[in-house]
């Protein structure tokens, strides 16, 4: 494991490091000190580690907090194919390894949570306790759609699923500034924070005028194949405790259309505790405030 950048301008220390995975080398971001109980974090879909930093801020007063960029995004966007939840599962195993061998609490917001899942599945030994985040309990699979479908159909699917965070994976900025725009006029960020700005900055790769989003189009098709209820799928109990954070109101922020209706995720889940965040949205759920206290406090409740 090798150190890297540090953050001089928070109360909590933050740093960047790389942990040898399949392929090379893991981008993981870490807040607080180096003697806290060590706590997992796995990000979205097109994420990026940085969804976790008003998380890290809070819980690394004490904690460890070890955020990934998975394989295909941020820092890790060069490490090899193939992608996909086991793949990823594999990945977290290695730094689980890299930061003592747990067991330790894993954190997932949205397609994380399914990373999460999946490695206390294949792992329950190394998994302590989840905290799911608005993720991880299989999605209703869209029409026509099942796990034989080709790129072409997935990538819709996922489109009209995930918006505009996907649409972007396609697209090149010229400049800094306007990536910033196109993001504060997605209707989930519109309370725009020095969080939100991070995270958008730190996800552009390349030069100007020819930037764009450091997720790789192919590990976002591959992973959303992993995250649907496709027909035969049955609710599958998870075998370590787990807690499901729900944000009730959408990928844009809608009042009516949440990822997750009330009581999906424990049907899905059999004996997850689940809990209604109040006002959040899919995103601000993680870099919100509101949605970061309900984090905490998730976290803090089973220490």
């Not at 991880?136 to 099942?146: I, S, V």
């Not at 930037?211 to 109990?237: E, K, N, W």
Request: glycine share 12%; hydrophobic share 40%.
């Amino acid at each position: 494991m090798s150190g890297g950048h540090h953050g001089s301008d928070r109360a909590v220390p933050y740093l960047r490091r790389t942990v040898p995975v399949d392929g090379g080398e893991l981008t993981v971001g870490e807040w607080g000190r180096d003697s806290g109980p060590v706590l997992l974090a796995v990000h979205g879909i097109t994420s990026s580690h940085l969804a976790w930093s008003v998380v890290g801020e809070r819980l690394g007063v004490d904690y460890r907090l070890v955020a990934v960029d998975l394989r295909g995004r941020g820092g890790s966007r060069d490490l090899p194919g193939p992608y996909g939840m086991a793949r990823h599962a594999a990945d977290l195993v290695r730094v689980i390894e890299a930061y003592g061998g747990g067991p330790v609490v894993v954190l997932g917001h949205s397609m994380g949570g399914f990373v999460a899942v999946e490695l206390a599945h294949r792992h329950p030994e190394l998994v302590r306790r989840l905290v799911l985040v608005d993720g991880g309990a299989p999605l209703p699979a869209p029409p026509g759609l099942d796990s034989s479908a080709d790129e072409q159909a997935v990538s819709a699917a996922i489109a009209a699923t995930v918006g505009p965070a996907f649409t972007r994976l396609t697209m090149t900025f010229p400049d800094r500034e306007s990536y910033r725009t196109m993001w504060r006029g997605h209707p989930s960020f519109a309370e725009w924070t020095p969080a939100m700005l991070r995270y958008v900055d730190y996800d552009l790769v390349g030069a100007a005028p020819e930037l764009q989003p450091a997720c790789r189009l192919p590990a976002a098709v591959r992973d959303a194949r992993d995250q649907y209820a496709y027909p035969g799928v049955a609710p599958t109990r998870l075998p370590v405790p787990a807690v499901f954070l729900r944000a009730p109101r959408g990928l844009l922020d809608e009042a009516d259309k949440p990822l997750y209706p009330s009581g999906y995720a424990t049907h899905w889940l059999p004996g997850v505790r689940e809990a209604t965040v109040p006002g959040v949205n899919h995103y601000t759920i993680a870099l919100g405030d509101t949605g970061a206290a309900a984090i905490e406090a998730a976290v803090r409740a089973g220490a």
